[in-house]
């Protein structure tokens, strides 16, 4: 009976020894192939292997150089994470076939890169483009509009240092895909994106055809230490104390939000500004409807927006209401005091004059050829070209990705129509 469980154990051993050299070759072979590619443009070098059996493979000591740029990336610990051993096994016959796993997650730590480097100095040198979502990015800084790698190493920067994890989860019965992305950079802050598609197609090639939808999505900062730097910093360059200067970078945000069309509610302004003073946390949720239509939101009434979008903003966990906004023109500038015109264009108005635009549903064919927004009485949104009106129904031209497609809305399900243009 002795021999029986001193020869079971050596078995054992001998099982995960070589589970352990299969492991290792396997990371070595994709490691050596994937170096050998991209021996041109970089040097990828690691220090050694590890692994685990409950899914977990990783390198260590990874240094990453381009010779090109004359610089360096460098990650202390990276891994991937699979929901058991035999997902970890499979994964190498998986990416020959052009496969992913259904979950799979990648860890990393100690990720190092020198702000003064050539990297950081391409990634800063051309600011992002004016956007709604590059608002929070700009400063006023005297002649700086948006902080670069000297105003970095002014404010004390030497070394980017990060920890980071990047998952999903793809479910083919629900057809439901999920990501996680974490980021915790050290005297920085924490950023955290989740997004959750519907619709997800087993097949990759279908994705233009039956396209997924965005179920939810959510961005959280927290521990915002780099807004504090850069309000000091900016502050004492424009010789400002720290409270004047917020109203500065309020005004800023403002500012920038107005050149795109978008004009917040006193409400979400205030609340902006309550952050800047106390940076901790700030969380912007989104749940769009399934009528939503991500390419043409400036055909649209602000409260429809909102409607669609159904946002929610949390500043330092407290929920911020109300939640509005109102299209402006770009070169108007911002009243003192709300007019009653501004007033009646805000979201959530039932004014009269909100109404312009809509026709009657039963005068659809006089408006062939134009592109209309429609709305149904159980609250979808479509919005396309007008080809037809036959059969009792109302035949769209969509736009779909890259092409166009077809649909039809029957005319007893439609509540509003309005011409775009």
């Keep these: 009976m002795s021999k029986l469980i001193k020869w079971g154990v ?9 589970i352990k050299l299969s492991l ?6 994709i490691m050596d192939d994937a170096a050998q590619r991209l021996s041109p443009i970089m040097d990828i070098r690691y220090g050694g292997i590890t692994s685990s059996f409950d899914g977990r493979v990783g390198l260590s000591k990874i240094d990453i150089r381009v010779p090109a740029m004359g610089d360096s990336l460098r990650v202390e610990h990276a891994e991937l994470k699979f929901e058991g051993l035999g997902e970890l096994l499979r994964f190498k016959e998986r990416l020959a076939e052009g496969k992913f796993p259904e979950q799979m997650a990648v860890n990393l730590e100690g990720v190092s890169l020198d702000v003064h480097g050539p990297f950081m100095r391409q990634l800063y040198a051309v600011p992002a ?23 970095l190493l002014d404010m004390g920067y030497r070394t980017f240092e990060a920890d980071g994890q990047f998952s999903y989860r793809f479910q083919p019965g629900a057809q439901t895909l999920s990501f996680n992305l974490t980021s915790d950079t050290r005297d920085m802050g924490e950023l955290r994106v989740a997004l959750s598609v519907i619709n997800m197609p087993d097949n990759p090639g279908d994705l233009r055809v039956n396209p997924p939808r965005i179920q939810r999505l959510s961005v959280e900062i927290n521990d915002n230490q780099y807004q504090r730097k850069v309000q000091e910093y900016c502050a004492a360059k424009l010789g400002l104390d720290v409270d004047a200067y917020r109203k500065r970078a309020v005004e800023q945000f ?24 106390d940076p901790q946390a700030l969380r912007i949720e989104f749940e769009p409807s399934e009528g939503m239509v991500w390419d043409g939101l400036q055909f649209f009434d602000a409260k429809d927006v909102m409607a669609m979008l159904r946002p929610a903003v ?19 500038r911002p009243a003192r005091a709300t007019q009653p015109a501004e007033a009646a264009q805000r979201v959530g108005s039932v004014a009269t004059g909100a109404r312009t635009g809509f026709v009657a549903v039963s005068s659809l064919a006089d408006h062939v050829g134009k592109r209309l927004r429609f709305v149904t009485y159980d609250g979808m949104y479509y919005q396309g070209i007008l080809t037809r009106v036959a059969n009792n129904k109302a035949y769209l031209r969509l736009q779909a990705g890259n092409g166009t497609a077809q649909m039809s809305l029957r005319l007893e399900k439609i509540d509003k129509v309005r011409v775009q243009f």
């Design 254 to 277: 403002d500012k920038v939000l107005r050149s795109q069309r978008v004009a917040l509610d006193q409400p979400i302004l205030d609340a902006y500004g309550a952050y800047l003073d």
């Design 314 to 332: 949390l500043v330092n966990h407290q929920a911020v209401q109300p939640l509005g906004f109102s299209w402006v023109d770009p070169t108007s």
């Design 24 to 29: 290792w070759l396997s990371v070595r072979s």
């Design 129 to 151: 483009e004016r956007s709604v979502f590059t608002a929070m990015s700009e400063v006023v800084c005297g002649k700086v509009r948006a902080i670069g790698t000297d105003e």
């Design 10 to 18: 050596l078995a054992v051993l001998a099982i995960a020894v070589l």
